[in-house]
C-alpha cells in the first residue's frame, strides 16, 4: 500500500520507551528491514526534525518525519487458516492484566516476514480484535516450540525488555543432541554473528566480531547415541543453542542448518520430524507490578514419544 507523501506523527504517551526502530517496523509493515535502517542513514526520519540513530528511545511529544514508502498489503484474516487459529488459541498457557504465554507450536514463526504471511503475533491479534495492545515481548526459531511472552501494555514490553538486556529473564531449554555427552555441566561463550548474502540460508557463525552468547548445557538423560540436555541461556542469540552445541560436536537432533544430516535422516525413520529443541521454562520478576512469573512448558506429544522409542532400545 503506496504512503504518496510525507507524514509527520506525534509520539503519544503509551508509544513513549520503545527503540526508533522498532516502532518504524510497526509503521511500515511489509517493508524489508534493510529498507527502514536505509531510512534512517539517508536521514529519510527524522526526530524533532534531527537526525537518530535506530536505538534512540522515543519520547512523549516528539515529532517524527516518516517518508513516502510503498508496503505491502497486511495479510487478511482469511489468509490464516482456521486450523491455525485453533492451533494457537488452545496454546494459550497463561494470562493476566500484563501478559499471554504461549506454548507456541513448532513449525508456526513467531510473526509474519521473509516470505511467510502470518505468524503466532499475527494470529493472536485477530483472535483478540479488541486487545488494544498486543507486542511479541522475544523470539523463537519457527522450529522451536515452547514459552513465547507477549505483552499486553506497553510499559510491560519495556520493563521486559530492559529484564532481557540485563540477563533478569531466565530460560530453560530442553534440547535432545547427537553423541554420548561426556563433558558434564558446561558453559559456553562465544561470538555469533549472522553470515550469507540475501536469497541464501543465513547461518549464524562463530566470531570475534559478532555478539557474546553464553549457554549452560547440563546432561539429564543419556540413551543410546545421544544425549537429553538441559541449556540455560543467558544472552537471546539467533540460533545460539543449535549453533554452540553442533560447535562442540554435538549438534541438535533434527537440525535441518546445522545438524548431522545422515543423523537427522535415521532419527527421521524413528519418527523425528522436527527439530528437538524446546523452550521448557521462563522465569522473572516483573518490579512495575510486584509479580514474580514462573512458566513451565511441557514436552510437546511427538518429543515425548522418541524419548520414550529411544529409550527402548
Known amino acids: 500500500m503506496p504512503h504518496t507523501g510525507v507524514m509527520k506523527v506525534n509520539i503519544a504517551a503509551e508509544e513513549a520507551g520503545q527503540r526508533l526502530d522498532n516502532y518504524l517496523m510497526r509503521q511500515f509493515k511489509g517493508v524489508p528491514k534493510s529498507r527502514i535502517y536505509s531510512m534512517l542513514r539517508k536521514g529519510e526520519v527524522r526526530v524533532n526534525k534531527g537526525r537518530v540513530k535506530p536505538a534512540y528511545r522515543i519520547q512523549e511529544g516528539d515529532l517524527i518525519r516518516l517518508p513516502p514508502v510503498h508496503t505491502r498489503e497486511p495479510a487478511s484474516g482469511a489468509t490464516i487458516p482456521d486450523s491455525v487459529k485453533q492451533q494457537i488459541g488452545s496454546a494459550l498457557l497463561f494470562e493476566d492484566e500484563n501478559l499471554l504465554v504461549i506454548n507456541k507450536p513448532s513449525g508456526i514463526a513467531v510473526h509474519a516476514g521473509s516470505g511467510l504471511r502470518f505468524g503466532v503475533i499475527e494470529v493472536m491479534r485477530e483472535l483478540r480484535p ?184
Request: with cysteine; proline share 2%.
Open 130 to 313: 479488541d486487545d488494544g495492545f498486543l507486542e511479541l515481548v522475544h523470539r523463537l526459531d519457527r522450529a522451536t516450540s515452547g514459552c513465547l511472552l507477549l505483552a499486553k501494555s506497553r510499559q510491560v514490553l519495556t520493563e521486559l525488555h530492559e529484564l532481557l538486556r540485563e540477563g533478569s529473564v531466565n530460560k530453560t531449554y530442553l534440547a535432545l543432541l547427537a553423541g554420548d555427552w561426556q563433558m558434564g555441566t558446561k558453559t559456553v561463550s562465544s561470538y555469533l554473528e549472522r553470515s550469507g548474502s540475501q536469497g541464501q540460508i543465513r547461518k549464524t557463525r562463530q566470531t570475534q566480531d559478532g555478539k557474546m552468547a553464553v549457554s549452560e548445557f547440563s546432561p539429564l538423560k543419556r540413551f543410546a547415541g545421544c544425549t537429553l540436555m538441559e541449556v540455560k541461556i543467558f544472552t537471546g542469540r539467533t540460533h545460539q543453542i543449535r549453533v554452540q552445541s553442533a560447535d562442540l560436536g554435538h549438534p541438535v537432533l533434527g537440525d535441518d542448518k546445522y545438524g548431522d544430516f545422515a543423523l537427522n535422516r535415521e532419527y527421521r525413520k524413528q519418527g523425528l520430524k522436527r527439530l528437538f529443541l524446546h523452550a521448557a521454562e521462563i522465569d522473572f520478576q516483573l518490579e512495575s507490578s510486584e509479580h514474580h512469573y514462573h512458566f513451565k512448558a511441557e514436552l510437546p506429544e511427538e518429543l515425548a514419544r522418541i524419548l520414550h522409542q529411544i529409550a527402548l532400545k
